[in-house]
C-alpha cells in the first residue's frame, strides 16, 4: 500500500476507507465508474462481487475482474467491461474508455440498474432460494 501512496498520481486519489451504507450510496451517487477488481484467488472467483450489484443499483458501469461468474452477469446484462485484474494496463484502458464514452458509460449504468429491479434483487432471488431449501428438506 505504501508503494502506491508515493506515486505521483496517488495525490488524485481519495481514500475513504470502511464507510457505512448512506456514505457509500453517496459516494456512488457521484461516482462515474465502479471498479472491483479483486486477484483471482477461489474465495473470490467462486462467489459474487457485492460490489458489482450495489454499482449496478448505483446505475453506474462496472470495471470487474474477469472471473466465470462475474463475466456471465456482465455480458448477459452488458453493465460494464471485464478485465484481468492483474494487468494495469487492461485497467488503465478501461477506465479510459468509460470517461470517453459517456453515452456508453451511462447506457451500461442504466442497463445494470434494470437489471436489478427486474432480475437481481431480493424479491426475486427469496423465490429460488425458498424453493431451494423445500427440495433440500424433502428428501
Partial sequence: HD?????????KVT???FVGREKRNELLARSKIGLST????????????????EYMAAGIP??????????EIIEETNCGICVNPEDP??????INYLLENDD??????????RAVEEKYNWATQEKKLIHLYQQILSK
Fill in 89 to 94: 494496463k487492461a485497467i488503465s484502458k478501461a
Fill in 38 to 53: 479483486l486477484m483471482p484467488i477461489p474465495n473470490y472467483k467462486l462467489a459474487y462481487s457485492v460490489k458489482m450489484f
Fill in 3 to 11: 508503494e502506491v501512496r508515493a506515486l505521483p498520481s496517488w495525490e
Fill in 104 to 113: 456508453i458509460a451511462k447506457q451500461m449504468g442504466e442497463n445494470g440498474r
Fill in 62 to 71: 462496472s470495471i470487474i475482474s474477469d472471473f466465470p461468474m462475474w463475466r
Fill in 15 to 17: 481514500e475513504y476507507g
